[in-house]
């Protein structure tokens, strides 16, 4: 009479075991469904939280989706009647912050009195701003552009109430033209007190949240004016993966894929001469093991299941960036538009 129980036993093992080798998500198409249109073009980004989406854009637009809901609010910000554009936004467990490009630069974050809060400002005719993010609550950067002979830096150690320059002197040697795209706010990516940033020519990595900086070299080396990288993210301290191209000549596909597997000290080619050509911002896959990618941008949406080394177009609509919330469902921005992506087996 013990035998019955005991099958059933090891039914239950075997099951649970099965259950453990679930394999990974493997998506082969992509459902979307827009969200939000205006005229307005959107380039960053951000989940607050698992229930609500940020961004900012062109005209002085910013605004929140709330997904439970589905409810979209925005709003229009003015500083002595200019709408300021805005390519980059971040937040911290206190407040959301956004910082615009070209001069001058203007730095907000949300204020005590229901608007936004006026932080920070930089004149001059080099600056502009491309990309932000937050160590903690009380540490984050914002970068931009060179001026002033080096590569443009903002630290703040007081949970964004103040804003500081990096003096040149805390930064590698200075190379000519070296700047970021202000593509997909997708030019930084922090795990844990480790931070890369990419710029126009290299990668330049900190380990101590922004205190000491090396450069990287790559060989998506911006070769003509338009070349170069334009994204990257990080899976772990290890893998890493940047993406890029020239927006100018979006069908040309060499040199703008790239792979790192030791934590940007060396970074290899992949897919070369392969699709996609230009490509705007890249994420990985969460729980993909460091595998699976996907890229966006105005010509299309491609999925890689093998760290870049081949890639499969899900989708001709084009996007200028892209943020997962799960494995199976992300949330995309461009030219007038978000929308939401359900990535499907």
């Not at 203007?106 to 160590?135: C, I, P, S």
């Not at 093998?306 to 799960?326: A, C, M, P, V």
Request: charged share 20%.
């Amino acid at each position: 009479m013990r035998y019955p129980y005991l099958i059933f036993m090891l039914v239950l093992v075997l099951g649970a075991c099965k259950q453990k080798e679930k394999t990974v998500f493997d998506p082969q198409r992509v459902a979307v469904s827009t969200i939000y249109e205006d005229s307005v073009s959107i380039r960053a980004i951000d989940f607050l939280d698992q229930q609500t989406l940020a961004f900012a854009g062109s005209n002085g637009v910013y605004g929140t989706y709330t997904i439970p809901q589905d409810k979209i609010r925005t709003n229009i910000l003015t500083n002595d009647s200019i709408n300021p554009e805005f390519r980059a936004i971040a937040h911290n467990n206190q407040d959301f912050f956004m910082i615009s490009v070209a001069n001058p630069a203007l730095l907000y974050k949300t204020g005590d009195v229901g608007k936004m809060e006026l932080v920070y400002t930089e004149q001059g005719e080099a600056v502009f701003y491309d990309a932000m993010a937050f160590w903690n609550t009380n540490e984050g950067l914002a970068i931009g552009d060179s001026n002033q002979g080096c590569f443009s830096i903002l630290i703040t150690r007081d949970a964004g109430n103040s804003w500081k320059r990096l003096p040149c002197e805390a930064l590698p040697p200075f190379i000519e033209g070296e700047g970021a795209y202000a593509a997909s706010n997708s030019n930084i990516k922090i795990i844990g007190d480790t931070t890369w940033i990419a710029t126009t020519k290299r990668f330049l990595k900190s380990m101590d949240k922004g205190k000491t900086w090396v450069a990287q070299e790559t060989p998506i080396s911006g070769s003509t004016p338009y070349h170069g990288m334009y994204s990257m993210d990080f899976y772990d301290e290890n893998v890493g993966f940047a993406i890029g191209g020239d927006f100018s000549e979006p069908n040309e596909n060499y040199a703008n894929k790239a792979l790192t597997k030791d934590g940007g000290k060396t970074w290899n080619l992949v897919a070369d001469g392969e699709i996609p050509g230009y490509q705007s911002c890249v994420q990985f896959l969460p729980n993909g093991k460091g595998d699976k990618l996907v890229s966006v941008g105005f010509m299309g949406i491609h999925y890689s299941a093998d760290q870049g080394q081949s890639w499969k177009k899900l989708s001709e609509e084009g996007f200028y960036t892209i943020r997962f919330l799960n494995d199976s469902i992300a949330f995309a921005a461009g030219k007038n538009r978000i929308a939401k992506l359900v990535f499907k087996e």
